[in-house]
């Protein structure tokens, strides 16, 4: 269940933060496309403001004088000179920008405009002839309102860097750029994961009363707060619970009550067994009403079982085992004991007692002893429990763990067999958090393993 939320909250994150970073991206993107159309168009106004300024003033200038006051324009940052045709401007650069249409706007629909486009341009003085530019020029022809052709060289900036990508501290290839954005993922990846960790957080405390309900069903509920889905979602398992605990103990209480009102018909039909004077007769009755006693016992110890009103306390599992064993012996069973751990656990002592005695009676009743041992496994506490007797068929191991399910063989009846002593061991071990598991040695035998959670330090003291 871990693993899965954690799927869960993996996915959350990683879809978030990707639909988060594509929806800047293209954001971004959308935004630097109409940046740099903004500038490019702010740039193109900005020449044709100068373009017409130069029109205008050599317009007013007679023709004679026209070449005299253009050999001038390279002292105001462009280059001019009258031409006798723009055959030249139509060719592979010409251009078709929206500058032609600003010019005709700005001069009139009568002037014949023409603009190419020069990568690189010649330095307008001598002495820039060694510095590097970046600049563009743009090559406009125009017409003056003599029909006299001019051609001018403008220089243009090029892009900054910053619209080109690369080249300077703020740019997008900068070492600035490069921060801002690292730190902007940073920012994102941050805001995804927590968006996830909310979003996965009422699963996750969904799956851990799911978990703790299967373990202790009297587990206080859920708290039903947050957002509507999920208190409907805490009400719906608070009532589910209610309900679980509700059966399980109409269910107990039941089986406690018909096993402890059958034990008075059962005395006294004992009782009246005394009086029967076939003495053949007598023993097999008294056998069978035995057997019904048993019954009746292991059915009170099954409903105790699934009882978890008994006080939890700490126990020194080594001392409770032992005094276990020490009964065991004493009554005549084949019974030794290897191993301490020095552990505690939080126990209900006679419902764990129940659960030790039951496992070592089966070993000594089919097996004919009863080899324990107990150690400390991977923070668990591991009591194994072995015995010398038959086994139990592979296909059946899970099975006699059933209410009322015994064996053909030698665990049958015959032998005072109920069927329930293992059912209530599982029903013990798990009332405590722990294993209950059989298998099969290769030198033959069975072997009971019960692993009970070892308690923490922080509950000792």
């Not at 293209?26 to 935004?31: A, E, K, P, Q, R």
């Not at 009139?108 to 486009?117: L, P």
């Not at 373990?215 to 208190?231: M, N, Q, V």
């Not at 306390?313 to 032992?322: E, F, G, R, V």
Request: aromatic letters at 4%; proline letters at 5%; hydrophobic letters at 40%.
């Amino acid at each position: 269940m871990k693993d899965f939320l954690g799927s869960i909250g993996n996915r959350i994150f990683f879809l978030l933060l990707a639909g988060i970073v594509v929806a800047v991206m293209v954001t971004t993107w959308l935004s630097g496309n109409e940046r740099r159309s903004t500038l490019r168009e702010l740039r193109f106004q900005h020449l044709a403001d100068r373009v017409e300024q130069i029109v205008q003033a050599v317009d007013d200038i007679p023709p004679p004088q026209r070449p005299i006051v253009l050999q001038a324009a390279t002292n105001f940052g462009f280059e001019a000179r009258m031409v006798d045709d723009m055959n030249d401007a139509i060719g592979p650069n010409a251009s078709t920008s929206p500058l032609i249409e600003m010019l005709q706007s700005r001069l009139g629909e009568d002037r014949k405009i023409a603009v190419q486009r020069e990568s690189e341009c010649p330095p307008l003085r001598a002495d820039d002839a060694h510095a590097p530019r970046r600049d563009t020029c743009r090559v406009i022809y125009v017409s003056l309102h003599d029909q006299a052709l001019m051609r001018l060289r403008l220089h243009q900036p090029g892009e900054p860097p910053a619209l080109r990508g690369r080249g300077g501290p703020g740019g997008p290839g900068g070492p600035f750029g490069l921060q801002y954005i690292l730190l902007f993922l940073a920012l994102i990846a941050m805001l995804a994961w927590l968006v996830a960790r909310m979003a996965t957080r009422p699963i996750r405390q969904l799956a851990q009363a799911a978990s703790r309900l299967g373990s202790d069903i009297d587990h206080a509920p859920l708290a039903e707060t947050g957002p509507t889905e999920i208190r409907q979602a805490a009400h719906a398992f608070n009532a589910m619970q209610g309900r679980i605990r509700r059966q399980i103990q109409h269910r107990t209480h039941m089986l406690a009550a018909i096993t402890h009102d059958l034990q008075t018909p059962l005395t006294r039909m004992r009782l009246r067994l005394e009086k029967v004077t076939d003495a053949e007769l007598q023993q097999k009755l008294i056998d069978d009403l035995g057997v019904m006693h048993g019954m009746v016992r292991e059915g009170l110890d099954l409903a105790r079982s699934m009882d978890s009103s008994e006080k939890i306390q700490a126990l020194d599992i080594d001392s409770l085992l032992d005094s276990v064993c020490a009964d065991a012996a004493d009554a005549g069973q084949d019974v030794s004991l290897q191993g301490s751990t020095r552990a505690f656990v939080m126990a209900q002592p006679g419902a764990l007692r129940r659960c030790l005695t039951n496992l070592i009676d089966n070993a000594c009743k089919y097996g004919r002893q009863a080899r324990v041992s107990i150690a400390l496994e991977q923070q668990k506490i591991a009591i194994r429990i072995r015995d010398q007797g038959p086994g139990i068929p592979d296909a059946e191991l899970e099975a006699v763990f059933e209410p009322f399910y015994r064996l053909e063989t030698s665990r049958s009846r015959d032998t005072g067999g109920t069927g329930l002593g293992l059912t209530i061991a599982l029903n013990i071990a798990e009332n405590h958090h722990g294993q209950l598991r059989l298998r099969n040695l290769a030198e033959g035998g069975l072997e009971v393993l019960l692993e009970l959670p070892q308690m923490t330090p922080a509950k000792a003291r």
